[in-house]
């Protein structure tokens, strides 16, 4: 499952439990007011945000259109509609949002106009006005949270860190800031001090719920030090208590088999891919996703064999999965065309196996650009091709990136090692 900072950043901007829910009495210069004139709309409010701060991710959008559907007019409750629901929708409750925060309070609409820059191409540009509103209103929590998290997309990780241990002290009852200082310390290579973020992060995380963001990262520190039985543990044991909750009703468990799947494929355990892919997909069939969300499980399952079996030298084969994944983009039509930088990457992927440096550049350059692992096979792909300007330019850009999820764990060390020897 990929996981990429900026999304992160995206759905996650109900970061924290609004101050105004527990201490309005603070005064108006204190916290963010609401200008909903509903109380049982405020209060859902402070119970989706509370939610999100406690990994409870299923049902959120349910709960966003209801405080939407009873207050239309409420800025607020439309831009949380906006952080929660997927693209494309999400964009238009975003604008809608925008729309109404002219007729909201000072602050309402100022969070909503830096969250559009912060979620958008330039997130630098949101630094200063999240600042601005952590001191205006010192006991908005949400402000210290965005603020960590905006600086942590932007590498500024000790800023990152401190806007945590704020918002913490604000309220320290849930796990989501802790977890977040501690992708601050895995990001600096401080490994020990982010298992033991991570593991306060898991204490407090209610009964019942997969707390997935602290076990990820706990094997993420396992694959920066190169122990990939430690980390496949961490994620297996991930699998049997996932499957103990109700989030295993509403969501297959295939995200967590990929993942077992693409640790071993990216450390030469080959079979042990292959089955965990096919594996994890057993779970998607007879589920209640929809069917669109199926097919593109079923698209993952042809990505990841492609992938697979490229690795094992059978390129043919490895070929014929990309071609099955370009049909299935051509088919969907407009639905289809955010999934032609998978499909290059697959291409790029599979050429580069086979040997075809040039074919894998081409491919890879139409990838996702800020994918760190797609970086990797470009450099790959460079020094192959006897470009070592280019091969040091990408193992560089794997080593700076912020985007703390699967593809920077797999990729680091190797960039790390190759940058030395150049």
């Known amino acids: 499952m990929r996981i990429d900072m900026r999304a992160t950043l995206g759905i996650a901007i109900a970061a924290g439990v609004l101050a105004a829910a527990a201490g309005a009495a603070a005064g108006p210069a204190q916290t963010m007011p609401m200008t909903t004139k509903s109380p049982a709309v405020h209060d859902q409010l402070v119970e989706l945000q509370r939610r999100i701060e406690t990994f409870q991710f299923g049902g959120n959008e349910e709960l966003a259109k209801k405080i939407v559907a009873a207050d239309p007019d409420f800025a607020l409750g439309v831009y949380y509609l906006s952080a929660v629901t997927g693209p494309?929708?999400?964009?238009?409750?975003?604008?809608?949002?925008?729309?109404?925060?002219?007729?909201?309070?000072?602050?309402?609409?100022?969070?909503?106009?830096?969250?559009?820059?912060?979620?958008?191409?330039?997130?630098?540009?949101?630094?200063?006005?999240?600042?601005?509103?952590?001191?205006?209103?010192?006991?908005?929590?949400?402000?210290?949270?965005?603020?960590?998290?905006?600086?942590?997309?932007?590498?500024?990780?000790?800023?990152?860190?401190?806007a945590f241990e704020k918002a913490i002290a604000l309220d320290s009852s849930t796990p989501r800031a802790y977890a977040l200082i501690g992708n601050t310390h895995l990001l600096k290579g401080?490994?020990?001090?982010?298992?033991?973020?991570?593991?306060?992060?898991?204490?407090?995380?209610?009964?019942?719920v997969p707390p997935g963001q602290p076990t990820y990262g706990t094997a993420y520190t396992y694959l920066y030090e190169g122990d990939v039985d430690h980390a496949l543990g961490t994620l297996r044991a991930y699998l049997d208590e996932y499957r103990k909750t109700k989030a295993a009703s509403e969501f297959p468990e295939v995200f967590i088999w990929n993942s077992i799947a693409r640790i071993n494929l990216e450390n030469g355990r080959l079979e042990e891919a292959m089955k965990a892919y096919e594996k994890g997909f057993e779970s998607v069939p007879g589920s209640t996703l929809s069917e669109q969300d199926k097919k593109i499980w079923n698209g993952r399952l042809h990505h990841g064999r492609g992938?697979?079996?490229?690795?094992?030298?059978?390129?043919?084969?490895?070929?014929?999965?990309?071609?099955?994944?370009?049909?299935?983009?051509?088919?969907?039509?407009?639905?289809?065309?955010?999934?032609?930088?998978?499909?290059?990457?697959?291409?790029?992927?599979?050429?580069?196996?086979?040997?075809?440096?040039?074919?894998?550049?081409e491919h890879l350059k139409q990838a996702d650009a800020e994918d760190p692992f797609n970086k990797l096979l470009l450099a790959r792909a460079y020094e192959k091709a006897g470009d070592k300007e280019n091969a040091r330019k990408a193992y560089q850009d794997v080593v700076a990136s912020t985007q703390n999820g699967l593809d920077r764990a797999l990729s680091y060390?190797?960039?790390k090692a190759k940058l030395s020897a150049m």
């Open 88 to 162: 494309p929708d999400n964009q238009k409750h975003l604008d809608k949002a925008v729309e109404l925060a002219k007729g909201a309070s000072d602050a309402e609409r100022r969070f909503i106009e830096t969250m559009v820059l912060a979620r958008g191409k330039t997130p630098e540009q949101a630094l200063l006005p999240l600042t601005r509103l952590s001191v205006d209103y010192p006991k908005e929590r949400i402000f210290f949270m965005l603020l960590g998290q905006n600086s942590a997309g932007l590498g500024k990780l000790e800023e990152a860190r401190a």
């Open 190 to 208: 401080d490994y020990d001090k982010a298992r033991e973020l991570y593991k306060q992060a898991r204490a407090k995380t209610p009964a019942g």
């Open 307 to 361: 992938r697979t079996l490229a690795r094992m030298g059978r390129h043919e084969e490895a070929w014929a999965e990309a071609e099955a994944i370009h049909k299935m983009i051509v088919e969907g039509g407009e639905a289809g065309k955010p999934f032609e930088p998978a499909y290059h990457y697959l291409a790029g992927y599979v050429k580069l196996e086979k040997g075809d440096y040039p074919a894998a550049i």
């Open 413 to 415: 060390r190797e960039a």
